[in-house]
């Protein structure tokens, strides 16, 4: 889960998630969301643990991101399921996961309702839900892409969205890097 994703977004930082087998990681991925919980597991045959909201979520946005570029290289011997834009995981079912089972009633998120609140996975339970409300975009994000991350819905694009959107939309996080969307702007923008 968590290795994967790390090295799947160093991969995509270096511009060479072609070296791995695209297809066998893209299979595996999708194994990984649980069809009843709506949330992922980490490896076969473990529970649905919150933090891979963001580990197997992230992964799969970053999967997905890097079919979506513009210059199609990486659409050479793969199989894209999805569209522009779009996660190819149930991503209402993720939120809904996220929403209802691993938030706890006093704040703080948790690994799942069983578990107590913790930092790890309020962090990491915010980012798989901000990756599964934020459409994809190109990436690395342009610097001079003057758009925020505040949630307005004017200048947002969103994917489906679990619940209601005044009280649920959190800021955009970006996928590969796990940080929001306008610091890496800002750190793309001082080279």
């Known amino acids: 889960g968590g290795y994967s994703f790390c090295a799947l977004a160093a991969l995509r930082i270096l511009h060479s998630v072609s070296m791995i087998d695209v297809n066998a990681l893209s299979s595996w991925l999708a194994r990984r969301q649980m069809g009843f919980e709506g949330g992922f597991s980490g490896r076969t ?25 513009e ?13 522009k834009n779009e996660l190819s995981y149930d991503e209402v079912m993720l939120q809904r996961y996220i929403l209802l089972c ?11 309702p069983s578990k107590p609140k ?26 001079t892409d003057n758009r925020t991350s505040s949630g307005d819905a004017k200048e947002e694009n969103f ?8 009280v649920n939309v ?18 793309l923008s001082q080279q």
């Open 71 to 83: 210059d199609g290289d990486s659409r050479e011997g793969s199989e894209s399921q999805t569209t």
């Open 102 to 112: 691993a938030q706890d009633v006093n704040g703080g998120l948790r690994d799942k």
């Open 45 to 69: 045959n473990k529970l649905v643990d919150g933090c891979y909201s963001f580990w197997q979520g992230g992964a799969v946005a970053v999967l997905d991101g890097w079919y979506n570029d």
């Open 118 to 143: 913790d930092f790890y996975h309020s962090c990491y339970n915010l980012s798989g839900l901000s990756v599964a409300q934020h459409a994809l975009e190109p990436w690395p994000p342009s610097s």
């Open 170 to 187: 959190i800021g955009r996080t970006d996928p590969v890097i796990n940080i929001r969307v306008e610091r890496v702007k800002f750190m």
């Open 159 to 166: 994917n489906r969205l679990f619940g209601d959107v005044n």
